[in-house]
């Protein structure tokens, strides 16, 4: 599957596309859901390479949930090792 950004939810499972170039993104929630495997890792940063938001899956069918209400400029999926990230946004 593809990056899906055409609702409030986005779908995330392709890491190093810019989703939001250029514009002012306000992030209400982040789920990482399906890690594989305990080490897995996702990171979220903003276009300009700054880390907004790490997590790293303790087990197999691992999930973080955040709701960390921050504005970013943009957002990149850099690193996501299994499973598929939500964020909630705007």
Same mark, same amino acid.
């Given at each position: 599957m593809a990056n899906?950004? +055409?609702?409030? @939810? ?6 190093? +596309?810019? @989703? =939001?170039?250029?514009?002012? /993104? &306000?992030? &209400?929630?982040? =789920?990482?859901?399906?890690?594989? +495997? ?8 903003? =276009?300009?390479? %700054?880390? /907004?938001?790490?997590?790293v899956a303790s087990?197999? %069918? ?8 921050? +504005?970013? %400029?943009?957002? /990149? ?7 598929? /990230?939500?964020i909630e946004s %705007?």
């Amino acid at each position: 599957m593809a990056n899906s950004i +055409t609702s409030p @939810v986005w779908k995330l499972d392709t890491t190093g +596309t810019i @989703v =939001a170039r250029g514009t002012m /993104v &306000r992030l &209400r929630g982040i =789920a990482w859901i399906g890690a594989g +495997t305990a080490g897995d890792s996702c990171v979220i940063r903003d =276009a300009l390479g %700054n880390d /907004v938001w790490e997590s790293v899956a303790s087990g197999a %069918n691992f999930v973080d949930r955040d709701a960390p209400s921050i +504005t970013i %400029n943009g957002l /990149v999926l850099q690193t996501l090792s299994s499973g598929r /990230v939500y964020i909630e946004s %705007n």
